[in-house]
């Protein structure tokens, strides 16, 4: 699934005037942020485009987490400080470099904004991948699905600083590259028919996923193997550099 932030002045109805047209090409889900009033319950409301979320007691992250199995894009809008790409309006200044900007709504190119999705990244959930590995035209042959999910814990051992966040940067193109190599290896292995590697990048938070491998099997032997041997390769292999936020310090987990 694709996401999309819209921030600065008449950010909402751009974000819908962005899922009215991204709705031309798969199902969208759209995610507002609702005013300070709210109450604390969750509303879906649901559309021939979409279903659109409101409720203080729920989390961007709940939301997006929902739509990713079978939507092909979310539109966002009220959560400048998101770590998604953005189309920004106006002065707003959210940290990072925008997908998109204009001086406000008007001059947006709406086609600009949709073309520059073609290169954001997916964002994917356990559940998302899980989803497409059971859509494979190899689905009727296999009788197992293995995952792994790797996660922010806190500590490593009783004495250490609480982990607060990790912060994650990809070496481009090169970490692409290798994990397509080794989903390649793996898959051509008797009795394997599916794997899926995506590790996110950028801040994580405890408590929160970081990468998740999925493998559409035969028999479980094969499916745990190769879940065990696609994390291991992938931890080992693909240049991705961690950096880790504790209670005392931030550090470069490859210069310690």
């Known amino acids: 699934m694709k996401v999309l932030s819209v921030v600065g002045s008449e950010s909402a109805a751009v974000a819908d005037r962005l899922a009215e047209r991204l709705a031309e090409r798969g199902a969208v889900g759209t995610v507002t942020k609702g005013s300070p009033e709210a109450t604390d319950s969750t509303a879906f409301e649901l559309g021939d485009g979409g279903w659109r979320a409101r409720g203080a007691n729920r989390s961007l992250t709940d939301a997006l987490d929902e739509l990713a199995p079978d939507h092909e894009f979310a539109v966002v809008s009220g959560f400048p400080d998101a770590n998604v790409p953005r189309v920004v309006l106006g002065d707003a200044d959210p940290a990072g470099e925008p997908l998109v900007s204009a001086p406000d709504a008007d001059a947006l190119d709406i086609e600009s904004v949709v073309d520059a999705l073609d290169d954001v990244?997916?964002?994917?959930?356990?559940?998302?991948?899980?989803?497409?590995?059971?859509?494979?035209?190899?689905?009727?042959?296999?009788?197992?699905?293995?995952?792994?999910?790797?996660?922010?814990?806190?500590?490593?051992?009783?004495?250490?600083?609480?982990?607060?966040?990790?912060?994650?940067?990809?070496?481009?193109?090169?970490?692409?590259?290798?994990?397509?190599?080794?989903?390649?290896?793996?898959?051509?292995?008797?009795?394997?028919?599916?794997?899926?590697?995506?590790?996110?990048?950028?801040?994580?938070?405890?408590?929160?996923?970081?990468?998740?491998?999925?493998?559409?099997?035969?028999?479980?032997?094969?499916?745990?193997?190769?879940?065990?041997?696609?994390?291991?390769?992938?931890?080992?292999?693909?240049?991705?550099?961690?950096?880790?936020?504790?209670?005392d310090e931030q550090f470069w987990v490859h210069e310690r």
């Open 121 to 247: 990244g997916e964002y994917e959930t356990l559940e998302s991948l899980v989803a497409r590995a059971k859509r494979s035209a190899s689905a009727e042959r296999s009788g197992a699905i293995a995952t792994f999910t790797g996660r922010v814990r806190a500590k490593d051992s009783a004495d250490d600083s609480p982990t607060e966040f990790l912060e994650f940067e990809k070496y481009e193109g090169v970490a692409e590259a290798r994990m397509d190599a080794i989903r390649e290896e793996l898959e051509a292995r008797e009795g394997v028919f599916d794997v899926l590697m995506h590790h996110r990048t950028g801040r994580i938070e405890y408590g929160e996923d970081i990468v998740f491998v999925v493998v559409l099997a035969g028999h479980r032997e094969e499916a745990f193997r190769t879940v065990e041997d696609g994390i291991n390769r992938l931890k080992a292999e693909v240049p991705i550099f961690k950096k880790e936020a504790t209670t």
